[in-house]
């Protein structure tokens, strides 16, 4: 089958816009990559948007960066605000899905500026550090983006 971004419950389809916001407040995605047997492998990631792109940080190696310089062709979920529906058998919840191509960053400024980027979203209180911590560890740190091509919104 070939799918599309179509989306079966368009009634739950939401504007490009929500599905943005749903990425920036997430508290972390979920990189889905495929194995060069063609089997899928998925893993949880800290990202952070700039633009059309997302960033994330890693080591040099693993299942996840092989299957990456494999085939750099990617999803992301992202899931927002989960909330109890009182009264029914279901939620309310936000969700996007990003389809897009995951690219190596190894030029040191762009590297830092990803990172920046990340700790801004995740640890602004500690960012004084911020440039201590590069000096000891941008040498054993893996940086990705991946373009968004495509993204989803959805909601109840």
Same mark, same amino acid.
């Given at each position: 089958?070939?799918?599309?971004? =179509? ?5 739950? !389809?939401?504007?490009? @816009? ?10 972390? /995605?979920?990189?889905?990559?495929? =194995? ?9 990631? /800290?990202?952070?948007? @700039?633009? !059309? ?8 190696? +693993? ?16 899931? +927002?605000?989960? =909330? ?19 690219? @190596?960053?190894?030029?040191?400024? @762009? ?7 990340? /700790? ?12 201590? !911590?590069?000096?000891? =560890? ?19």
């Amino acid at each position: 089958m070939n799918y599309t971004a =179509n989306m079966r419950r368009t009634d739950r !389809e939401k504007p490009r @816009e929500f599905a943005l916001d749903v990425v920036d407040r997430c508290a972390y /995605s979920v990189l889905a990559t495929v =194995n060069p047997d063609g089997a899928p492998y998925c893993v949880p990631l /800290s990202l952070a948007r @700039e633009g !059309e792109w997302l960033y994330f940080h890693s080591a040099h190696e +693993g299942h996840k960066i092989d299957n990456l310089r494999g085939n750099n062709r990617v999803c992301v979920c992202c899931v +927002g605000d989960i =909330n109890e529906a009182p009264g029914e058998f279901s939620i309310r919840y936000e969700s996007a899905i990003v389809k897009g191509v995951a690219l @190596e960053i190894t030029d040191s400024k @762009e590297k830092i500026h990803a990172l920046k980027c990340i /700790s801004v979203r995740y640890t602004p209180k500690i960012m004084a550090d911020f440039d201590k !911590e590069i000096e000891k =560890n941008l040498h054993r740190t893996g940086v990705w983006k991946i373009r968004i091509d495509e993204i989803t919104g959805k909601g109840k």
